[in-house]
T-cell receptor, first 115, second 114 residues
Framework: DTAVSQTPKYLVTQMGNDKSIKCEQN?????MYWYKQDSKKFLKIMFS???????INETVPNRFSPKSPDKAHLNLHINSLELGDSAVYFC??????????????FGPGTRLTVL | AQSVSQHNHHVILSEAASLELGCNYS??????LFWYVQYPGQHLQLLLK??????LVKGIKGFEAEFIKSKFSFNLRKPSVQWSDTAEYFC????????????FGQGTRLTINP
């Protein structure tokens, strides 16, 4: 059983293109997140949605737009891709009912390479 | 703002050696603390977590960590490492108040030589 899944696993594209990464969780969690891991392995939050509502929006270029059609899905659309967008993007989810339900569980990651 | 510092960038040990990876955080309020592991080419897996209670927490694969509030530290330990522990280890902190972002340290690469 895949708890948090992402597609695609690898994405290679040209500068200037628009691409989307999809994330789905089957854990019944209320909150989903997008994190970016750069080439030095540093992980940083990008966005968070709780029940389809945006609750965290870090300083991320407007070219990045998350969309949550329902609480089990959080997609990331990136317009006009740039070389610096090359990274591994991780989706995560948590139940967020207080206490240990706030633990975040991560998907397998999507390695985006912009040429 | 919250920040997390992992002191060791790359640690190299032989099998059966004892391990301690340092983690210090900066945050004024109540926090939840985590260690995640990333095996080569794989996703982040939760090793252990601290929310409240006993400051010595045990996780999977023989790992444990101790929360020392006065030192703002949450160091990871394992008494005897195995070659399969080779991975990247990330300490993370979040505010204890609801749905909050995880703030990660820069990671420690652990290499175990057989």
């Amino acid at each position: 059983d895949t708890a948090v899944s992402q597609t695609p696993k690898y994405l290679v594209t040209q500068m200037g293109n628009d691409k989307s990464i999809k994330c789905e969780q089957n854990l019944g969690h209320d909150t989903m997140y997008w994190y970016k891991q750069d080439s030095k392995k540093f992980l940083k939050i990008m966005f968070s949605y709780n029940n389809k509502e945006l609750i965290i929006n870090e300083t991320v270029p407007n070219r990045f737009s998350p969309k949550s059609p329902d609480k089990a899905h959080l997609n990331l659309h990136i317009n006009s891709l740039e070389l610096g967008d090359s990274a591994v993007y991780f989706c995560a989810s948590s139940q967020d009912r207080g206490g240990e339900t706030d633990t975040q569980y991560f998907g397998p990651g999507t390695r985006l390479t912009v040429l | 703002a919250q920040s997390v510092s992992q002191h060791n960038h790359h640690v190299i040990l032989s099998e059966a050696a004892s391990l301690e990876l340092g983690c210090n955080y900066s945050y004024g309020g109540t926090v939840n603390l985590f260690w995640y592991v990333q095996y080569p080419g794989q996703h982040l897996q939760l090793l252990l977590k601290y929310f409240s209670g006993d400051p010595l927490v045990k996780g999977i694969k023989g790992f444990e960590a101790e929360f020392i509030k006065s030192k703002f530290s949450f160091n990871l330990r394992k008494p005897s490492v195995q070659w399969s522990d080779t991975a990247e280890y990330f300490c993370a902190v979040k505010s204890a108040q609801g749905a909050q972002k995880l703030v990660f340290g820069q990671g420690t690469r652990l290499t175990i030589n057989p």
